[in-house]
């Protein structure tokens, strides 16, 4: 009975710190069990639920199709990246141009979800890449990796070391960098409300271990 409730409560302080407790996303075996319209008019129901027990009249124009919009909302775009059929093919392409230094993709736009109170996380994301195996990623689809993990409930420590290691695999190369500065609404909107605070967080591999080059990428990227 002590363990469990010493359990519960470092549970309650991570989620209050917003750490993170693994590198995958906590998944249900059962996840995909249904489809994508049951989902929604099961979460349009229980939406509808919150929103009568927080005193709201549904029969008023402006919110009667609310729970409905929320939940085409969670399942279609804001949570897509919780099924892996939504999940970007990189198009790699042969360094024709044998270019062998490092590339950049900077202030990607970033817009994901707190897991610990749904709400925003907005931001930038910032990734470099050297090519190991004669091998380059089409440009766009870094910017889809980046949007596929973020759309879903998310820490930012998660989500950073998720976008480096689909890139190391895509790639086939170890010399990855990723930076990620984003704003939590969980600290703005709430709790200690503050409004001028950023996160970041970075993941570097291989060659960017170098200090020198791990120097470099982050001038780049000012």
Do not use: W
Not at 74 to 99: D, R
Not at 183 to 197: A, E, F, M, P, Y
Not at 210 to 217: G, I
């Amino acid at each position: 009975m002590i363990e469990d409730v010493v359990t519960e409560k470092l549970l309650h302080e991570l989620n209050e710190e917003h750490l993170s407790t693994s590198i995958d996303t906590p998944m249900r075996e059962d996840a995909f069990k249904l489809n994508d319209t049951q989902k929604i008019k099961i979460i349009a129901d229980h939406f509808k639920q919150i929103m009568q027990t927080l005193g709201l009249d549904l029969t008023d124009d402006s919110l009667k199709d609310t729970p409905l919009r929320v939940a085409k909302m969670y399942v279609k775009e804001a949570f897509s990246g919780l099924n892996p059929a939504n999940k970007p093919q990189p198009t790699l392409f042969e360094n024709k141009y044998e270019y062998n230094e490092m590339l950049v993709e900077k202030d990607i736009t970033l817009y994901s979800y707190c897991e610990h109170h749904f709400v925003p996380i907005i931001g930038k994301v910032h990734v470099a890449y050297i090519s190991s195996n004669n091998k380059v990623i089409g440009l766009s689809k870094i910017n889809r990796l980046v949007e596929y993990f973020a759309k879903r409930p998310q820490v930012q420590e998660r989500l950073t070391n998720q976008i480096a290691n689909e890139l190391k695999e895509a790639l086939n190369s170890e010399h990855v960098a990723v930076i990620v500065d984003a704003t939590h609404l969980c600290v703005c909107s709430r709790g200690i409300k503050d409004t001028n605070s950023s996160t970041i967080t970075a993941h570097y591999s291989g060659k960017f271990k170098d200090e020198k080059l791990k120097m470099e990428f982050i001038t780049l990227i000012k």
